[in-house]
């Protein structure tokens, strides 16, 4: 059964990086299939997708982050890795990795969010 | 952007009851569609894609429906644990993915 486990510091001081990895067993999102994605949600509010990756390398970002989000895939591809420059409180929130399914280009981006992981709580505070 | 407007914000039921959730979306999405349930200190789960088929293990209470801009989510008779949040998920257009604000889904 798949499996999604993110982990990473729960505190990340303004102006820094933040930075988590997942970590995929039980099943694959290496494959011409899936994609891995992220999206989180800030305490008691929605969901916002973050980016995406495909096994490729191919990756697709929510242009609300501009360019301070960085999506990787690490060689073995069973861990996805998310990279957050220049936070600021606003980007406290349950950080969430996931599974997708479906295809993504700059044109069209059809992809649903299959499996996730727990999720895991970063605040961002001096 | 494709923006999602769910409705009602709030939907207070009992356990049998009846639950119908709207979505509606700014722009023609076709029927790229995906609705999940969230409960309280969990990840949420995919329910519904392509407006209206049921992902794996998902009770057939749960039905989805519409295509183009306006699409609903019903839950036919209402278990304990389906008091939760649902959010719908718009996947027809270019990036970004986009997510509408949530039902949730209270006991009255």
């Known amino acids: 059964q798949l499996q999604l486990q993110e982990s990473g510091p729960g505190l990340v001081k303004p102006s820094e990086t933040l930075s988590l990895t997942c970590s995929v067993s039980?099943?694959?999102?290496?494959?011409?299939?899936?994609?891995g994605g992220w999206i989180r949600q800030p305490p008691g509010k929605g969901l916002e997708w973050i980016g995406s990756?495909?096994?490729?390398?191919?990756?697709y970002n929510n242009p609300s982050l501009k360019s301070r989000v960085t999506i990787s895939m690490d060689t073995s591809r069973t861990q996805l890795s998310l990279k957050l420059t220049s936070v600021t409180a606003a980007d406290t929130a349950v950080y969430y990795c996931a599974r997708q399914r479906g295809y993504c280009s700059n044109t069209s981006c059809q992809l649903l969010f299959e499996s996730w992981g727990q999720g895991t709580l970063v605040t961002v505070s001096s | 952007e494709i923006v999602l407007t769910q409705s009602p914000g709030t939907l207070s039921l009992s356990p049998g009851d009846r639950a119908t959730l709207s979505c509606r979306a700014s722009q023609n999405v076709n029927n790229y569609l995906a609705w999940y349930q969230q409960n309280p200190g969990q990840a949420p789960r995919l329910l519904i894609s392509?407006?209206?088929s049921r992902a794996t293990g998902i009770p057939d209470r749960f039905s989805g429906s519409g295509s183009g801009t306006d699409f609903t989510l019903t839950i036919s008779r209402l278990e304990p644990e389906d008091f939760a949040v649902y959010y719908c998920q718009q996947y027809g257009s270019p990036p970004p993915l986009t997510f509408g604000g949530g039902t949730k889904v209270e006991i009255k």
């Open positions: 392509d407006a209206s």
């Open positions: 990756i495909y096994y490729s390398g191919s990756s």
């Open positions: 039980g099943g694959s999102i290496s494959s011409p299939t899936y994609y």
